[in-house]
């Protein structure tokens, strides 16, 4: 069983930044692909970001390329979710999902193992 707890979430304003991290255990990071959704009120839960096992390769919803990075710590066995220029649109719960396959898919559906989830709220 793969126990996933997300960190880091919190008020920030328009513009601002923050890092999501999610600590991983049993050395997920290499051995399951990893990715960040959101959902907010009254939507789908949408897909992020993602890295493949290994961290080799990464992947972003468009709506967040050139603003966010994902990232992980091998050692840590932890990823990361690097969040720039935030906007309004981005506040939403934000969860860390992970799945035994090589790279990440795109719908929640995709993955077995969740974390709980943190508030990411941006204000103007």
């Known amino acids: 069983q793969v126990q996933l707890v997300e960190s880091g979430g919190g008020l920030v304003q328009a513009g601002g930044s923050l890092r999501l991290s999610c600590a991983a255990s049993?050395?997920?990071?290499?051995?399951?692909?990893m990715a960040w959704f959101r959902q907010a009120p009254g939507k789908e839960r949408e897909f992020v970001a993602g890295m493949s096992r290994g961290g080799f390769s990464v992947y972003y919803a468009d709506s967040v390329k050139g603003r966010f990075a994902i990232s992980g710590d091998n050692a840590k066995n932890t990823v990361y979710l690097q969040m720039n220029s935030l906007k309004p649109d981005d506040t939403a719960v934000y969860y860390c999902a992970a799945e035994r396959a090589v790279v990440p898919g795109l719908r929640p559906h995709d993955y077995h193992y969740w974390g709980q989830g943190t508030q990411v709220t941006v204000f103007s």
């Open positions: 049993g050395r997920t990071f290499n051995n399951y692909a």
